[in-house]
């Protein structure tokens, strides 16, 4: 499936509609994503990306809520979420 690098997206807001399948989103809070190497890509204005690679499938996050892998990983704290046909995330 489809996937994109863990960002923040700096403007406004976002509402995410799933309108087919079944998506998997990593939600953190803004003020931990220092911890996560913040990156900027040439003229990319509204996202900063993280330098972080994660794990694709349902295992990215531990039992407590701690992302796998990386050492700098393990200051993130995250929650799961996913979203089917018919659910919004906002």
Sequence with gaps: GAGTR??????GYNLVAQAYGRKRWVLMEPGQFRHALPT???FEESSIYSEL???RGDNACNTDGSIQGHHHRRRLAAVTAFLDPGDLLY
């Design 6 to 11: 863990l960002h923040y997206d700096a403007f």
């Design 40 to 42: 900027r890509i040439p």
């Design 53 to 55: 690679r994660f794990p």
